[in-house]
């Protein structure tokens, strides 16, 4: 089985660099890594080529097109359309990864079934202060530095550190009571499966993307599993100027739709046609 992780950019080098660390640190390392670059400049290409050149044990690529906006969806789509993996694994160019993170999604690799997990989010100040030796050394997942830094707000988000071995975990994943929400930055499934629903609503800008294709994966029969406490990762803070309150809004609308009418294809997707006969 091929697998690829998926990591999607927008002109954030140095938050990427710090991604790509975590990447290095995994004990199961994908067989490549592709970058979904909505449009960066020449800094982000010149990133990822240094990051290459000292890790030559990594296989990249690079999938860019020009910046139109938030496009998320239509690089993530350009993505998976040229990926020769079988597997796909989802996270965004502003998260560390925890080193079993691979290991995990690969663990639960399964046709039929997507893997998606949660964040434990840094704020502004414990952001800047993150340093790459900080990634490699495994200190921004220590628990005494999370909780020094505000990340640690509550019981959830300490068990989210992985307290406890991984049965247990797994257990605590499987007798938590929680909406199986695709969570775009954490998330896994096989190819076959994406492209079984076209992959993501290219119409869907900020504001729900990733959820609207879990709801069409599930509606199209393939069922969510949450790793809220076994494949954890840390998100860095960032502004979010793209945000619009009333796109937000009618994607909010259009995902209730879908939850209710049962749809799983989008013709705004990889192909831009109506659902196959």
Not at 138 to 164: E, H, Q, Y
Not at 199 to 215: A, Q, R
Request: hydrophobic share 40%.
């Amino acid at each position: 089985m091929k697998t690829e992780l998926i990591v999607a950019t927008y002109n954030s080098p140095h938050a990427l660099t710090l991604c790509l660390t975590s990447v290095a640190r995994q004990t199961v390392l994908p067989d490549s890594i592709c970058i979904a670059d909505d449009g960066s400049g020449p800094e982000t290409g010149a990133a990822i080529d240094a990051f290459a050149a000292a890790h030559p044990a990594l296989r990249f690529r690079h999938v860019w097109h020009e910046d139109k906006g938030f496009e998320k969806a239509a690089i993530l789509n350009k993505a998976i359309a040229t990926s020769e993996a079988d597997f796909l694994i989802f996270i965004d160019g502003d998260v560390l990864i925890h080193p079993t993170f691979i290991a995990r999604h690969l663990a639960l690799a399964e046709r039929g079934r997507f893997s998606t997990g949660s964040l434990i989010r840094l704020d502004r100040e414990a952001t800047a202060s993150v340093t790459p030796a900080m990634v490699a050394d495994g200190t921004v997942f220590d628990r005494g530095w999370l909780r020094s830094n505000r990340a640690i707000d509550r019981l959830g988000t300490w068990l989210k550190t992985m307290p406890f071995p991984t049965g247990v975990q797994a257990l605590l994943d499987r007798a938590t009571p929680v909406q199986r929400a695709l969570c775009g930055a954490n998330a896994s499934l096989f190819r076959e499966d994406a492209l079984k629903v076209n992959g993501f609503d290219e119409t869907i800008k900020y504001g729900g993307g990733d959820k609207e294709f879990g709801i069409r994966l599930e509606n199209a029969g393939v069922r969510g599993r949450h790793l809220r406490y076994t494949a954890p990762l840390v998100h860095l803070d960032h502004p979010r100027g793209y945000a619009d309150p009333e796109r937000i809004r009618q994607h909010k609308a259009a995902i209730r739709a879908i939850r209710t009418d049962g749809r799983s294809w989008t013709p705004d997707g990889i192909e831009k046609r109506g659902a196959p006969a």
